[in-house]
């Protein structure tokens, strides 16, 4: 293990940022005197919460950015995923040791800190976040973040195939539309706290981007895609390249900083009720992008359009795992869902000075993006999620209607 430097946290624990290899440096918390990786219990998340007390500041090649303190003690694992580690502090915050220091500028700073800036209450409260530049670096790589516990949280993909579940049982869409507008209204207010800090037009070269990168999803997705997947996308190809051509009107459309990689994992719910309080989780963007390019203004359709099509995708979680619910009554609960989540949307970013934000020409596009993505996760990373792409294309882009004779 290559030591790239080295910050203390406390007697006897440091992090250290070790080199990579073929990828990325990373940070590692360490424990001195017993020569190996701190975990939770030796106290390295509670010295993270002890730095961000003194202030923002820099140390060294590290920067500590603190916007809110609080003492705690005690520390439990919390998971690990694709990118971070999360250790639980006193049950009052969460520190996440990203798994990987990628070159900057990492979206997550910017957008918190704008949100921190506008007041904006959706998100779990961010406390602070670590920083360490390498030598040549033009911007700080993001090592470490702080963020208030949201007790009685329940994960997006639980509490949305819950909540269809519901709906498909019950004799009213009341609670699923409940849903669908809670969501709407969080993306809504969302994207108008950051429009706060100004919006700019997009140009030609961000539609031609958006173009290019509708067909490197694709070819990415055909070439990595076997057997009954593989020969669905080739089937649909040209019907998914006309789907993301962007429209003409699209240029001069606001762009905005954006979440980058939302669906319904990413909001958390305090609570079953649909009513509960929702918030925004993970602002590291989208984790195949660049982050620089993470961190450039998108169109908000982008976040639209993925948490939209995630709605459909937990109709298929629940399709798969209780077949016995008749399909006709979870799509049109999904429907309902989504209905009231774009018309709420649109509502609230109309009530909040920002109608352009809204923008449906360009979500459909995105959406079939987002399920070319869906086709390439499965078939690199689980393939047992590849039934959710194969029935999401479909829906977007279904067959014409057989046994029509054509008018003479």
């Given amino acids: 293990m290559i030591v790239l430097d080295r910050l203390t946290l406390a007697p006897g624990l440091v992090l250290l940022v070790v080199d990579g290899g073929d990828h990325p440096p990373r940070p590692v918390p360490w424990v001195v005197g017993e020569d190996r990786r701190a975990t939770a219990g030796d106290g390295a998340a509670p010295a993270l919460l002890e730095l961000l007390a003194s202030g923002s500041r820099t140390i060294g090649a590290f920067s500590v950015t603190a916007w809110h303190v609080e003492m705690c003690r005690g520390e439990r694992s919390f998971g690990v995923d ?32 704008a949100l921190q800036r506008q007041g904006f209450d959706g998100v779990p409260r961010p406390w602070g976040l670590l920083e360490w530049r390498a030598p040549g670096d033009r911007a700080p790589r993001l090592l470490a973040t702080v963020d208030g516990l949201v007790h009685g949280a329940r994960d997006g993909w639980t509490w949305a195939v819950d909540d269809l579940r519901e709906a498909v049982r019950a004799s009213t869409a009341a609670g699923i539309r409940e849903t669908g507008r809670r969501l709407g209204d969080l993306v809504g207010r969302f994207h108008a706290a950051l429009a706060q800090d100004g919006t700019r037009p997009a140009g030609p070269e961000d539609l031609a981007a958006w173009e290019s990168g509708a067909e490197q999803d694709l070819a990415h997705a055909l070439a990595v895609t076997t057997g009954d997947a593989h020969r669905l996308l080739q089937g649909r190809s040209e019907r998914v390249r006309t789907g993301t051509r962007v429209p003409g009107d699209a240029l001069g459309s606001p762009l905005v900083r954006v979440h980058g990689d939302l669906h319904v994992g990413q ?72 209905d009231a989540l774009l018309t709420t949307y649109a509502a609230t970013v109309t009530a909040a000075g920002h109608p352009d934000l809204w923008q449906p020409a360009l979500v459909r596009g995105f959406r079939l993006r987002q399920v070319c993505r869906e086709f390439s996760y499965a078939a690199t990373h689980l393939a047992r999620w590849s039934y959710v792409p194969e029935a999401a294309l479909p829906a977007l882009l279904p067959d014409p209607p057989t046994g029509t004779e054509a008018r003479p």
């Fill in 267 to 338: 909001v958390l719910r305090a609570g079953s009720d649909p009513g509960a309080a929702y918030v925004l989780t993970d602002f590291e963007g989208n984790p195949v992008v660049p982050p620089a390019e993470r961190a450039r203004p998108q169109s908000p359709a982008l976040d639209v359009a993925g948490l939209a099509q995630s709605v459909q995708h937990a109709a298929l979680v629940l399709r798969r795992h209780e077949p016995e619910h008749p399909v006709e009554r979870v799509r049109r609960a999904a429907e309902a869902c989504e």
């Fill in 82 to 113: 694709q990118t971070n580690e999360s250790v639980v502090v006193g049950e009052r915050a969460v520190v996440k040791w990203l798994r990987s220091a990628e070159p900057g500028p990492h979206p997550a700073p910017a957008v918190l800190d």
